[in-house]
């Protein structure tokens, strides 16, 4: 059976410190990958996503980034935190961009002081 | 622009069956409605999907309108563990998932 992962589950961090959230999943090849944001009292926003290794687009112009270093890997960066920045982080992976379902996991909670 | 339009919040006694609106009237001809929920603090969960009939499965039904301007979630006997906001999206086969603000299902015992 397919698992994803994510960590660290929480995180707080200075304003202006880097970051680095990984997710990687189980049991499947080349998912597509998709990094959200929720803030809070928000909805989910769609940050990047990768249909493979080294592929990826950006949907929101900001601060962060992402990259696929390996088939099941999903990496989140930062060089420098904003406040704004704080909030839900989800990783989700799907067969494919037609398939119904997209899994998503656990989360992380950043939190930017 | 927001595809689809949700109350943003609704209260059902538990037991009772939970009818959760959304109106998607610019939908297009090959665009899917697609249902998950998101319980406090995890990631959001797949219910359902359809196009243009009516679906069920063992976690809920799916009523679609004819014109298909409009569909209904169904809980048939909603529990405490349903509390959650409940995301109606509309999207092509090969579009990607965008979330809007749902409605928060509130359960009340």
């Known amino acids: 059976s397919q698992t994803i992962h994510q960590w660290p589950a929480t995180l707080v961090q200075p304003v202006g410190s880097p970051l680095s959230l990984e997710c990687t999943v189980e049991g499947t090849s080349n998912p597509n990958l998709y990094w959200y944001r929720q803030a809070a009292g928000r909805g989910l926003q769609l940050l990047f996503y990768s249909v493979g290794i080294g592929q990826i687009s950006s949907e929101v112009p900001q601060n962060l980034s992402a990259s696929r270093p390996q088939d099941r890997q999903f990496i989140l960066s930062s060089k420098k935190l904003l406040l704004s920045d704080s909030g839900f982080y989800l990783c989700?992976?799907?067969?494919?961009?037609?398939?119904?379902?997209?899994?998503f996991g656990p989360g992380t909670r950043l939190t930017v002081l | 622009d927001a595809k689809t339009t949700q109350p943003t919040s609704m209260d059902c006694a538990e037991g009772r069956a939970a009818n959760l609106p959304c109106n998607h009237s610019t939908i297009s001809g090959n665009e899917y409605v697609y249902w998950y929920r998101q319980i406090h603090s995890q990631g959001p969960q797949y219910i359902i999907h359809g196009l243009k009939n009516n679906e069920t499965n063992e976690m809920a039904s799916l009523i679609i309108t004819e014109d298909r301007k409009s569909s209904t979630l169904i809980l048939p006997h909603a529990t405490l563990r349903d509390t959650a906001v409940y995301y109606c999206i509309v999207k092509g086969r090969d579009d990607k998932i965008i979330f809007g603000k749902g409605t928060r299902l509130h359960i009340l015992p």
């Open positions: 989700a992976w799907s067969v494919s961009l037609s398939y119904n379902e997209q899994f």
